[in-house]
């Protein structure tokens, strides 16, 4: 059961291009208390929408962005750092981060990698994860909540059990980052178990409400 880690943890993670080339950095990149992001996941293989979750920022330290994730009849919390990098969500936690969120200031062709470590502290299963992630292009994305101007960042993700490192998942997750309004407005995640495919899904931004 633990094999599905990866890929279900990451879906349960209008300005000018003036504005566009000048993009905020993490300083003045901010979020505010009560700021809140919908998405309504989608099974790219069957067609199928499923959840529909809502994140909403409950507390903001100097270090750490507190989100309150929503869905159906469960509430969790969700630590991020203030690049929406996951350090820890429910029982599972990051070390350094889960490279899971986006690296300022972003540019077309900026590259980043990261190795990484997740551990279910409830049952003490341990992986480690490569990630490479790169900006690959600046384009526009329309959906329910608006028309956005983003950062098209791709990754590529290998999963390994340290119990058993002769089996891996992999995961190819496309993120459409909106600096307008500091997160991503469209996220897919193709997964992998030793090379066959096991899911395909899409998250979709509905709607959002900032305190700014």
């Known amino acids: 059961m633990l094999r599905i880690g990866f890929a279900f943890a990451l879906l349960m993670g209008s300005f000018g291009c003036s504005a566009l080339a000048q993009v905020p950095s993490d300083a003045n990149n901010t979020v505010q208390v009560g700021d809140q992001w919908t998405y309504v996941t989608k099974d790219e293989i069957t067609g199928t929408v499923g959840d529909r979750r809502t994140a909403t920022v409950t507390e903001v330290t100097p270090k750490e962005i507190v989100t309150r994730m929503a869905r159906a009849n469960d509430n969790s919390v969700v630590v991020f750092d203030h690049e929406w990098n996951r350090t820890k969500n429910g029982v599972f936690e990051y070390k350094p981060h889960d490279a899971n969120g986006v690296q300022f200031p972003l540019a077309v062709g900026k590259e980043w990698r990261l190795q990484f470590f997740t551990t279910n502290t409830k049952t003490g299963a341990h992986f480690k994860v490569s990630d490479v992630s790169k900006v690959v292009a600046q384009e526009s994305v329309t959906n329910d909540a608006g ?48 090379k066959h495919l096991r899911s395909n899904d899409t998250e979709e931004l509905v709607e959002f409400s900032m305190k700014r």
């Open 147 to 194: 028309t956005f101007d983003v950062f098209r960042i791709e990754r590529q993700v290998t999963e390994f059990n340290t119990a058993d490192p002769s089996r891996s998942d992999e995961s190819q997750v496309t993120l459409w980052y909106a600096p307008q309004i500091n997160h991503w407005v469209r996220r897919t995640i193709v997964n992998k178990v030793q």
